[in-house]
């Protein structure tokens, strides 16, 4: 059921809401994704287990959930060590706690060919994050990436701030010899102007 503060329209227009758990955000958000670009079954089918995973982590309550799912790929943890709700973490939870998604807007889109762009970012404002030094051995050989794109709504950092809408994009390297996936950066399209946003940390 959609908070007091979100409309009917809005609830409607993003039926999956936070609320309903990490577990059942990301099966469903996964079990949505279509492809866009020529992808063969096996491909989608580990890509929506890759992005589940993901997005389960993105909405834990605690940093250290994320730091584990993070560790199960072989990448650094963020922080610094120290409690649970550090302060980096809990500046994100304020934007994506309580986000709300499309689930018939999630694509699967492959960016990166061998190391070549295959997909441009668009014309829109774009906020990119990445973290190769935290992920040495897949930031020196060129992968192939695809990235998980859905429309949300999200919430600015300041305190009171309205909700707003853009376009979250996720995005996993792949290794087609072991089937594995990594996540290498996130991107949240078409953020309005002025507003102050934590981008989801890789």
């Given at each position: 059921m959609a908070s007091p503060e979100i409309s009917e329209q809005i609830a409607a227009k993003y039926p999956l809401g936070a609320e309903a758990g990490a577990s059942a955000v990301a099966d469903e958000l996964s079990g949505s994704i279509r492809m866009v670009d020529g992808v063969d079954g096996a491909t989608?089918?580990?890509?929506r287990a890759a992005a589940r995973d993901a997005v389960a982590a993105y909405l834990s309550e605690h940093r250290t959930e994320f730091n584990t799912y993070l560790e199960s790929m072989g990448v650094l943890?963020?922080?610094?060590?120290?409690?649970?709700?550090?302060?980096?973490w809990?500046?994100?939870?304020?934007?994506?706690?309580?986000?709300?998604?499309?689930?018939?807007?999630?694509?699967?889109?492959?960016?990166?060919?061998?190391?070549?762009?295959?997909?441009?970012?668009?014309?829109?404002?774009?906020?990119?994050?990445?973290?190769?030094?935290?992920?040495?051995?897949w930031a020196r050989s060129p992968r192939d990436s695809y990235e998980l794109r859905v429309k949300g709504l999200f919430r600015a950092y300041a305190a009171?701030?309205?909700?707003?809408?853009?376009?979250?994009?996720?995005?996993?390297?792949?290794?087609?010899?072991?089937?594995?996936?990594?996540?290498?950066?996130?991107?949240?399209?078409?953020?309005?102007?002025?507003?102050?946003?934590?981008?989801?940390p890789v």
């Open positions: 989608l089918n580990s890509f943890p963020i922080g610094e060590g120290g409690s649970d709700d550090s302060e980096q809990l500046a994100f939870r304020r934007c994506f706690g309580d986000a709300r998604f499309d689930p018939s807007s999630a694509v699967m889109i492959q960016r990166t060919r061998g190391g070549t762009v295959l997909v441009q970012a668009g014309s829109g404002p774009v906020r990119l994050t990445e973290r190769p030094e935290a992920r040495p051995e009171g701030s309205p909700q707003f809408e853009a376009t979250l994009g996720i995005e996993f390297a792949h290794d087609p010899r072991t089937d594995h996936w990594v996540l290498v950066r996130t991107r949240l399209y078409d953020v309005p102007d002025g507003v102050m946003v934590v981008d989801p």
